[in-house]
């Protein structure tokens, strides 16, 4: 396996801007045409606890992160301690040697079982459990040492500036790192400041001494590092790389141009982001014909809308508030984790009971419970899939990459919409926190389709509307609460046709299957393209059958595996409920070795490809740390299972 | 053309106990959007489950009838999406202070222009007259097996703590006074809570009609007192007149202490009216000026050729790298 990418990491303590300066060095990557995909790792804390982004940079697309580290930039000991040892030989470590007294046992937020694992490894080499011990030891395995001395560096700076405050200083030790980072790699300094400056350009002040502060970096990596890594990163020209984004962003944009109006929430990790971004922009231009055009948001007369963003008292608040909006005639979405969509669960069974529009956007996380609150686990589809009692029709969509979640929120509130039907669109964790570069998103490929909409009532007998009438398809047509020209009932009970209480025996049977019914209408109607991925040749060594966020990891690892003359193709479900039953029992009958991957412990997609295809598949690689699957993971667990080396159900362990 | 109360009257078949409060509710309500000669199909009556709650079926205007605890976030949902429809709550005290006491409490921070009445029989009618939450503690329904042991929600001191800003008590036998309350309860403009006392012949044999008439309350001369009285006649004043705090402080005192008189001599009538403070719309307005000109449900979200008509370029530009 040859990987021709650069995994850089950066760690601190929570709140000390590891965020930031991850930020940082990902878009100065970005704005010099290199390809970038980042992932952060937190504690459910505010302050204090360990956290650390790894940033992977290539010149072609990258889509996963990888377990290696290249290059690790500290500026405090814990860092050093947790990931010194994770260093591939011939990497790099930049640290502070001004912490080489600090001791192991002095940090209270390392495990026990980390601090006593670590303990051994420096008894055993004979070394100190200090930082000074724990650099000794990483560079005995094979990495090069950048001592930085931070401190001088940034009196330096501040000196200039007329900054004094240590605290003021200190708030720039992470740009440091980034600059001394890119420094000995060789990056164009100028487009490391002009990334800074763009960071802060609300406080030019700030902005300015930051950039000064990369140019004391390299000015000592100058001189003291000079040419000492041999690995070199320079910008491209790049046709590809246009836009930075992050999971959460993409799905609320998305939502803006879908159309959605009414946006609920109660705060839970991950998902509040996303409403968070809708508020701060509820103001939505509306000259949607000039989609695309730079000039158009110049036109001053331009028609205005509005997303209402609420934040409920609890998610049964959010979910049934979200319903009425649905019932109002208003695209309404809410947004939540497991513990929320556990609340959620009545709700859901009332919109489809009443065949009311509402997406929830279910951003899974380790549970059961509260869990892992700030990891990341696929553990949710089966409960996505049958949340809620009785029986009601249900979408379940799942997208794979930032790109899918974009274009699957439009389509999301077409199918609801069509259909009059829930849908829950699951974006893990490992996508709502991730972030990536892309290639232009085209709003113009985008198309909002609402069914059967009523602007007016026509067809009103004695003023009253049929709201839930016999159709051939089971779609009734459905004007929203306040339309003129008739009312009509929604309840929970079993309905007529005019949505008033019926216990009828044969009324029952009708809008059970009128109900019902249309999920096979969907299943028919959805084309196959929007609702199954097929990645690689048509025959190959192993088929592997998987959802959500660990298609990218895949996609990268069936290249590795290409070169190793081994072929793999893929089959990403997306839709999984309406199921593609028959495409996907096609796709398998062909395969010769079928390898199920999930993030969770049960295989719970794999379930339903049984349940649906009859189709058993015994081979499964499994993971439920809490950390998402890397591309080195599966690489070596797809080589393993060809080598006929691997148990049937393969888990998966790397993680901090 | 004036809407007539038949006008409001539907086909569906209302099988209430007979002599059940909620018919004088349901008649009060009727009479309310007659007079007010709303249009039915820009008024919708949001419910949660139990007795009370199948009364959207009986009202000719849209009806929502939704899950048990739950009509108010649902309203809240369709008034957020539509705030120029008329909504109306309604629904019974273990629906809105017992499974939905959140959102009862919760609502009230938000101030929507709205109305929730509260049908109050202190027993839960649909499952057989179990405690509600409204029922005192010690008191045996002849539904009980045992004494209540839990003591009783006061809705009046709730709700002022809740921060609704219309808080009044009707009573189901006296139609016209309820229908009062109703049209100023709509007018209100803001959150307004109507408690009313709703007799449950079939399992509240303490709070019934007889007892509400004053059926063993006798003054000294032997003569039997009704246990309701009209706050305004005996000269009470709950409108706050002004935006000074120190009137509102005391008016929301005022309205508390009055909130205790329960029993023998039970107020009806408007503890509190606050038009000082601001709606939920005009607060969404306040960082989004477009929800007051072109609101949720108003907006058109496409092109005839089905194309988004909202532009994120401005979005996606923040994003470019």
Known sequence: ????????????????????????????????????????????????EHSYFQVRVSKGTIRSHVDTVDMLATFEEETIFRHALEVRSEGAIIYDPDQDPKRLDQIPTVEANVRAALNAELS??????????????????????????????????????????????????????????????????EVVKASVRNHFRSKPKVAEMNADAVGAAYDHVGQKYAGSFSYRLSPMKSTDVKLFVRGNTMVAMAKE??????????????????????????????????????????????????????????????????????????????????????????????AGMNEVPVVVTLYSRGGPSTGLPTRHEQGDLRFALHAGHGEFPRFVLASGDLEEAFYDTVRAFNYSEKYQTPLIHIVDKALANSDS?????????????????????????????????????????????????????????EHDELGHISEDPVNRDYMMEKRMGKLDLADREIPISERVNFFGPEDADITVVSWGSTKGAILDAMEWLKQDGITVNFIQVRLVNPFPTEYVARLLSKAKRIVGIEMNYSAQLIGVVRER?????????????????????IYGALKMIYEGNAPKKLVLKHGA | ????????????????????????????????????????????????????????????????????????PFATGIKLANPNMEVIVEGGDGDGMGIGAGHFVNSGRRNLDMLY??????????????????????????????????????????????????????????????????????????????DVLQPCPTYNDIQSKEYWAGEGNLDAAGKQLPRTYKMEEA???????????????????????????????????????????????????GHSPSYKTNPPAAQEIALPDGAPLANISRLLDDLKV
Not at chain 1, 171 to 183: G, W, Y
Not at chain 1, 333 to 347: R, V
Not at chain 1, 613 to 633: A, D
Not at chain 2, 51 to 60: L, N, R
């Open chain 1, 1 to 48: 396996m040859k990987r021709d990418d650069f995994s850089w990491m950066i760690g601190g303590v929570q709140g000390s801007g590891v965020d930031t300066s991850a930020t940082i060095f990902a878009r100065a990557a970005a704005s010099g045409g290199l390809h970038v995909f980042g992932k952060r790792e937190y504690y459910s804390n505010i302050k204090g």
């Open chain 1, 124 to 189: 055993k080499a004979g070394l100190s459990a200090d930082v000074k011990g724990i650099v000794e030891l990483a560079r005995r395995r094979g990495a090069h040492i950048y001592p930085i001395p931070y401190n001088t560096i940034l009196k330096d700076v501040g000196a200039k500036h007329g900054e004094t405050s240590l605290s003021a200083l200190q708030r720039m030790l992470n740009v440091v790192a980034v600059a001394a980072s890119f420094a000995l790699l060789g990056y164009d300094e």
């Open chain 1, 257 to 350: 141009l879908a159309g959605c109006r009414l946006q609920t929430y109660y705060p839970i990790t991950p998902a509040s982001d996303e409403s968070e971004y809708l508020e701060a922009h509820s103001e939505i231009q509306l000259d949607g014909a000039a989609q695309g055009d730079p000039q158009a948001s110049e036109v001053a007369a331009m028609k205005k809308g509005s997303i209402a963003v609420v934040q409920s008292e609890d998610e049964i608040a959010a979910v049934t508030m979200a319903i009425g909006g649905g019932l109002a005639g208003v695209r309404s979405s809410t947004s939540t984790s497991g513990p929320g969509f556990s609340l959620m669960a009545e709700g859901l069974g009332y």
């Open chain 1, 437 to 493: 570069t892309m290639s232009a998103l085209d709003p113009t490929k985008v198309k909002i389709d609402r069914g059967a909409f009523l602007n007016e009532i026509t067809t009103a007998v004695n003023g009253e509307f049929k709201r839930f009438q016999h159709t051939p398809t089971g779609v009734s047509p459905r004007a929203p609460l306040g339309t003129k020209g008739g009312v009509n009932w929604y309840t929970g009970d």
């Open chain 1, 613 to 633: 295809t009859c189709i058993p598949i015994e081979q499964l690689v499994v993971k439920y740390n809490g950390r998402p699957m890397s591309s080195e993971e």
């Open chain 2, 1 to 72: 053309m004036a809407l007539k109360l038949s006008d409001l009257k539907t086909s569906a078949h209302n099988d209430w106990c007979p002599g059940c409060g909620d018919f004088g509710i349901l008649n009060a309500v009727q009479m309310a959007l007659a007079e007010m000669n709303v249009d039915p199909s820009n008024t919708v009556v949001v419910s949660g489950v139990g007795c009370s709650s199948k009364v959207p079926h009986f009202i000719k205007t849209y009806g929502v009838h939704t899950l048990h605890g739950r009509a108010i």
């Open chain 2, 117 to 194: 009445i509260i049908h109050d029989n202190e027993v839960y009618g649909l499952t057989k007259g179990q405690a509600a939450p409204t029922l005192g503690l010690g008191k045996k329904t002849k539904s009980l097996p045992s004494p209540n042991i839990n003591q009783s929600i006061n809705p009046i001191m709730l709700a002022m703590a809740s921060g609704y800003t219309w808080v009044a008590r009707g009573y189901s036998y006296d139609v016209r006074h309820l229908k009062d309350l109703i049209i100023k309860g709509i007018r209100h403009k803001g959150y307004a809570f109507l």
């Open chain 2, 235 to 285: 000269g009470y004043d709950g409108v706050v007149h002004s935006d000074d705090p120190a009137e509102v402080e005391r008016k929301v005192q005022q309205a508390m202490l009055k909130s205790f008189e329960f029993g023998d001599r039970t107020p009806l009538g408007v503890f509190y009216q606050n038009e000082f403070v601001s709606t939920y719309g005009d607060r969404l307005a």
